[in-house]
């Protein structure tokens, strides 16, 4: 397959073409997933599908033209590049914003660039997958209270990357992605419905899901018990409080509130309040925020991408450097642009979507806090956990609401409480985190993922410390 996407760079040239990127996706995605209730017992996802196809980028003066096939025959190849090639050479007519970018070194992956697992998941077939979801649910079913239904999913994604480009790079990786999730619904005794889930998601091999920790009866038994406990919460109270949020929310407040409007293509257009602020300091000295394909798996989890999809190989760049605003996530049009390198941030959901700018693993970095001290320093507020999406806005305004919460007097737990949504804006909370804990999590969902521009669900990592925050607004019932 190299050498078509070799000729395919070949023939983008000869028709004019200033540069050409040819990828190659090999993917295959499966998800089984089961709901149990008292009354019933159903397997409503046994799904397997194939994600292959090539894309051709083909830039003429500053502007891409994109297309695409899912045939592997060189004839379909050679005529998707000529239709690349035909829509930049028409759009760059009528561009307004031209990114040119600069030739590099060619690069060339290493076997390396592929993670190397014990139990990879295509060494497994589907009874031993189901049979996780079985002993993940039942366990779950067995020790939860006025259980309403229980979820048990499995998902993975796997397969090979191909590409190279006008600067004769070639890379070759191998992407993985497991996901193995619970999440129980009890009802109370005011006939609300409670919540509590667990999951253990990210670039790992199936041995993970034999570990103390994070065996299929311990990731269900941990989402029976968090919605049991929340049978007898107390509503949240409104207003502003001193607040502990978990390593999961800390991740998805990166994410969805900061790491948006850090992407290079949102500042080019004027639809970043982040433009213009590199330098300026956006936060307290305990706001570290990064994004970078290549987290230490082993130690903290995440998702591994040693390469974006226009070959610039991962790094960790630093957004936020204790408190100050230090660098925005890249194409190579946008770091060209903007005076900056590029990130290894170019990525798409498939090779059917043209590459831009996204996030890959994005968390705050860890502090020197343990749990217990901050739940000390917090004194009398909120303690929030884990969540179960919201809503966000361009300007980093955020509604979030917690999948659970914890209601803390004096530095010690007290009860938990229900309906604990959070709001405010990104750029002001970021002034008023107090700390981090020194532990730190990721996780790389297959359920799920983030949406940009019509391209969703792509992979990407959170995760990161516990942070400790002052003045959080949250809702619920005062």
């Known amino acids: 397959m190299l050498e078509k996407l070799q000729a395919a760079v070949s023939l983008g040239e000869k028709l004019g073409a200033d540069f050409v990127e040819a990828r190659f996706d090999d993917l295959t995605l499966r998800t089984l997933r089961r709901i149990k209730t008292k009354k019933?017992?159903?397997?409503?996802?046994?799904?397997?599908?194939?994600?292959?196809?090539?894309?051709?980028?083909?830039?003429?003066?500053?502007?891409?033209g994109y297309s695409f096939t899912a045939s592997e025959d060189l004839k379909d190849i050679?005529?998707?590049?000529?239709?690349?090639?035909?829509?930049?050479?028409?759009?760059?007519?009528?561009?307004?914003?031209?990114?040119?970018?600069?030739?590099?070194?060619?690069?060339?992956?290493?076997?390396?660039?592929?993670?190397?697992?014990?139990?990879?998941?295509?060494?497994?077939?589907?009874?031993?997958?189901?049979?996780?979801?079985?002993?993940?649910?039942?366990?779950?079913?067995?020790?939860?209270?006025?259980?309403?239904?229980i979820t048990g999913a499995y998902g993975e994604l796997t397969g090979q990357k191909l590409f190279t480009n006008s600067e004769a790079s070639i890379i070759k990786w191998e992407f993985l992605l497991v996901d193995m999730m619970c999440r129980?619904?009890?009802?109370?005794?005011?006939?609300?419905?409670?919540?509590?889930?667990?999951r253990n998601a990210g670039s790992l091999g199936l041995e993970a899901y034999n570990r103390k920790g994070s065996t299929p009866e311990e990731v269900g038994k941990k989402a029976a018990m968090f919605a049991a406990e929340q049978i007898q919460a107390?509503?949240?109270?409104?207003?502003?409080?001193?607040?502990?949020?978990?390593?999961?929310?800390?991740?998805?407040?990166?994410?969805?509130?900061?790491?948006?409007?850090?992407?290079?293509?949102?500042?080019?257009?004027?639809?970043?309040?982040?433009?213009?602020?590199?330098?300026?300091?956006?936060?307290?000295?305990?706001?570290?925020?990064?994004?970078?394909?290549?987290?230490d798996i082993k130690k903290e989890g995440g998702m591994w991408l040693p390469f974006d999809d226009q070959g610039i190989r991962a790094n960790m760049t630093t957004i936020l450097d204790r408190g100050i605003f230090k660098h925005y996530l890249h194409n190579r049009g946008t770091a060209q642009q903007l005076e900056q390198e590029p990130t290894g941030n170019c990525r798409a959901v498939h090779f059917g979507f043209m590459p831009i700018p996204?996030?890959?693993?994005?968390?705050?970095?860890p502090g020197d806090l343990t749990e217990e001290e901050a739940l000390e320093q917090l004194g009398t507020g909120i303690y929030a956990i884990q969540t179960s999406?919201?809503?966000?806005?361009?300007?980093?305004?955020?509604l979030f609401k917690a999948d659970r919460g914890y209601w803390v007097e004096h530095g010690e737990i007290q009860h938990p409480i229900l309906e604990v949504s959070l709001s405010g804006n990104i750029l002001e909370l970021l002034q008023h985190i107090e700390g981090a804990t020194r532990d730190i999590g990721l996780w790389g969902s297959y359920f799920g993922g983030c949406g940009k521009f019509g391209q969703y669900p792509l992979p990407a990592g959170i995760g990161g410390p516990k942070l400790l925050i002052q003045n959080v607004t949250f809702g619920g019932k005062a």
């Open 358 to 365: 996204r996030m890959t693993n994005t968390y705050f970095k």
């Open 184 to 198: 129980v619904t009890s009802k109370a005794s005011s006939g609300a419905l409670v919540f509590g889930s667990e």
């Open 40 to 64: 019933d017992d159903t397997w409503k996802d046994i799904m397997l599908k194939s994600r292959t196809g090539t894309g051709i980028i083909c830039y003429f003066d500053g502007t891409p």
């Open 389 to 398: 999406g919201g809503q966000v806005e361009r300007d980093g305004s955020f």
């Open 78 to 149: 050679e005529e998707t590049v000529t239709r690349a090639y035909g829509m930049a050479k028409a759009a760059s007519t009528a561009a307004t914003l031209k990114l040119d970018f600069d030739r590099r070194p060619t690069v060339k992956s290493r076997s390396s660039d592929s993670l190397s697992v014990k139990i990879h998941p295509k060494t497994k077939g589907q009874d031993y997958k189901m049979d996780l979801i079985n002993r993940m649910v039942d366990t779950a079913f067995d020790v939860g209270k006025e259980i309403e239904n």
């Open 234 to 295: 107390k509503p949240c109270p409104a207003g502003k409080f001193a607040t502990l949020i978990d390593n999961e929310l800390a991740g998805v407040l990166a994410h969805e509130s900061f790491g948006h409007l850090s992407e290079a293509d949102f500042v080019t257009m004027g639809a970043s309040p982040l433009a213009g602020k590199i330098g300026n300091m956006l936060g307290t000295k305990h706001a570290t925020i990064v994004d970078g394909g290549n987290p």
